[in-house]
T-cell receptor, first 114, second 109 residues
Framework: GAVVSQHPSWVICKSGTSVKIECRSL??????MFWYRQFPKQSLMLMAT?????????EQGVEKDKFLINHASLTLSTLTVTSAHPEDSSFYIC??????????FGPGTRLTVL | RKEVEQDPGPFNVPEGATVAFNCTYS??????FFWYRQDCRKEPKLLMS???SGNEDGRFTAQLNRASQYISLLIRDSKLSDSATYLC??????????FGKGTMLLVSP
């Protein structure tokens, strides 16, 4: 199956710092990638849709200036959490769209903001 | 009504049991349906797509009922390793998936 990697797998940072998360499709090209956030015992919540070469589409309630998304190539999308605060602590998961509308998920990044 | 709803469970079943989950969706225009499995603190992994005619993959059977707007997942001969949270996902727009909160399954010896 399709492989998606994410880096880092976990990060602990101080409040006010920025954190960059990378999402890579390793064995296929993904024109569309998605960024999700999952709080404990909650569902995956779509944050934004990232299209290669164009601006990301953010879901309602997600601040585009706080969560910067860049999809510069067909195999890489990045999410930068700017000026992170404790309430941003969560499990961030990316996915890449494969054939037949299936989505393949990265292993996730666990962010803890102190 | 939430877009995609699932009974959170947990469903506690003994090994060898048959268990079924349902997932309802509100958007009648939804086109694609999926079941994902998520282990604790891990990413979701695609279990199977759900086709209109129903489909089976080993011990797993998925069905779609468009009239009543729900999909189902049946697991036969449950194994301990089946313990996980099962998420249904519905394509409600171009490539955009909406996930349910998941149903937790606990299979005991």
């Amino acid at each position: 199956g399709a492989v998606v990697s994410q880096h880092p797998s976990w990060v602990i940072c101080k409040s006010g710092t920025s954190v960059k998360i990378e999402c890579r499709s390793l064995d296929f090209q993904a024109t569309t990638m998605f960024w999700y956030r999952q709080f404990p015992k909650q569902s995956l919540m779509l944050m934004a849709t990232s299209n290669e070469g164009s601006k990301a589409t953010y879901e309602q309630g997600v601040e585009k200036d706080k969560f910067l998304i860049n999809h510069a190539s067909l195999t890489l999308s990045t999410l930068t959490v700017t000026s992170a605060h404790p309430e941003d602590s969560s499990f961030y998961i990316c996915s890449a769209r494969g054939l037949v509308d299936t989505q393949y998920f990265g292993p996730g990044t666990r962010l803890t903001v102190l | 009504r939430k877009e995609v709803e699932q009974d959170p469970g947990p469903f506690n079943v003994p090994e060898g049991a048959t268990v079924a989950f349902n997932c309802t969706y509100s958007n009648s225009a939804s086109q694609s349906f999926f079941w994902y499995r998520q282990d604790c603190r891990k990413e979701p992994k695609l279990l199977m797509s759900v086709y209109s005619s129903g489909n089976e993959d080993g011990r797993f059977t998925a069905q779609l009922n468009r009239a009543s707007q729900y999909i189902s997942l049946l697991i036969r001969d449950s194994k301990l390793s089946d313990s996980a949270t099962y998420l249904c996902a519905v394509n409600t727009g171009y490539s955009t998936l909406t996930f349910g909160k998941g149903t937790m399954l606990l299979v005991s010896p």
